[in-house]
């Protein structure tokens, strides 16, 4: 169990019903026929196992005595965060962002760790979208960057204490 600080805990209770205190992150990426969903699947669930944050969920502290803490989740499925979408073919960056406002204007599951991945298809010109949703208590914007880099781009690895999560 590790103790949330109070300014991440801050950003839990900053939380209202139209306000979500999330940061998110969009890559395009430009056709390549040779991405195929199911592997791109499987590299992404390797990759998610291997940064012990985001397998973490909240622990909340009997009576709300204290901020809430970081505890590993037992029951943790990458299934239950990556998300596969296919828009209609042809879909443009505008109707994508209005798509993503949806996605980014819904609560985290508080019951399993603050975060989501989105993969979109059918973006115009044969696109497809990386998309990551993460609660501003497990990361701020720079950590955020550096954990969306590392799971897109990074060497498989160890990567939390690289991104100080």
Known sequence: ?????????????LDTEHVQMHVSFLALL??????????????LVER??????????????PLDIHHPAWVEDT?????????????RDGTTKAELATFLA???AQ???????LWELWVIEG???????LFLKLHHALADGVAG?????????????????????
Do not use: Q
Not at 75 to 87: Q, S, V
Not at 107 to 113: E, L, V
């Open 75 to 87: 029951d943790f499925d990458p299934i239950h965060h990556i998300r596969a979408i296919r828009l």
């Open 123 to 129: 973006i115009e010109d044969g696109r497809m979208a």
């Open 30 to 43: 430009e056709p390549d026929p040779s991405i195929r969903f199911e592997a791109l699947s499987r590299e």
């Open 1 to 13: 169990m590790e103790k949330m600080s109070g300014m991440d805990a801050s950003f839990l209770h």
């Open 102 to 104: 949806k996605i980014n």
């Open 48 to 61: 998610v196992c291997r940064i012990p944050a985001l397998s973490r969920k909240l622990a909340p502290v």
């Open 145 to 165: 960057s550096r954990l969306f880099t590392l799971l897109f781009d990074g060497p498989p690895a160890e990567l939390s204490d690289e991104l100080g999560i």
């Open 107 to 113: 609560p985290i599951d508080r019951s399993r760790p």
